[in-house]
C-alpha cells in the first residue's frame, strides 16, 4: 500500500497546509475588496480557480505532457486543490441563501459555480494541453 508511505502522505499534508492558507487568504481579500455582505465571491473564486487548477496537473501528469512525481501529484492535486477548494462552504452559503428567501441568488450561485466550475475544468485541460505543445515546438 504505497499511499501508507510517510512521503506520500507529507505530501498531501504540505499541500493542504498551503491549500487552505491561500483559501484563506483570498477569502480576506475578497471582504477587504467587496466588503463583509460578499463573502461568496471568493469561495466562488477559490472553487473555479481550484476547477482550472486540478485539471491542469492532472491533464499534464495523465497526459504525459509532463512527468510530475507521485508526491508533487499529490501533494498539489489532493493536499492543495484538496484544501483550498471549498465544497463545504459554497454549500453552507448557498443554504444561507435560501433560508433568507434570496431564490435568485441561490440559483445563480448553484447553477454559476457548477457551469464556471465546468468550464474551469475545461479551460486547464486546454492549457495543460496547450502549453504541451508550446514545449514541444
Known amino acids: 500500500m504505497d499511499f501508507l508511505k ?3 502522505s507529507l505530501a498531501v499534508a504540505i499541500g493542504g497546509i498551503f491549500g487552505a492558507l ?31 487548477l486540478i485539471a491542469y496537473i492532472l491533464t499534464v501528469a495523465v497526459e504525459n505532457i509532463r512527468i510530475i512525481s507521485p508526491e508533487i501529484r ?10 483550498y477548494t471549498t465544497f463545504s462552504t459554497y454549500s453552507l452559503e448557498s443554504r444561507d441563501f435560501l433560508e433568507n428567501g434570496d431564490i435568485a441568488a441561490l440559483f445563480f450561485y ?18 495543460a494541453r496547450a502549453s504541451a505543445r508550446k514545449s514541444e515546438s
Open 6 to 8: 510517510g512521503k506520500f
Open 74 to 83: 499529490l501533494m498539489t492535486t489532493t493536499g492543495f486543490c484538496g484544501a
Open 22 to 52: 491561500t483559501r484563506f487568504y483570498v477569502g480576506e481579500g475578497v471582504k477587504v475588496i467587496f466588503g463583509k455582505g460578499f463573502e461568496f465571491y471568493g469561495t466562488f473564486f477559490v472553487n473555479v480557480s481550484g476547477c482550472v
Open 110 to 127: 448553484l447553477v454559476g459555480s457548477a457551469i464556471a466550475g465546468m468550464i474551469g475544468i475545461q479551460i486547464g485541460v486546454i492549457l
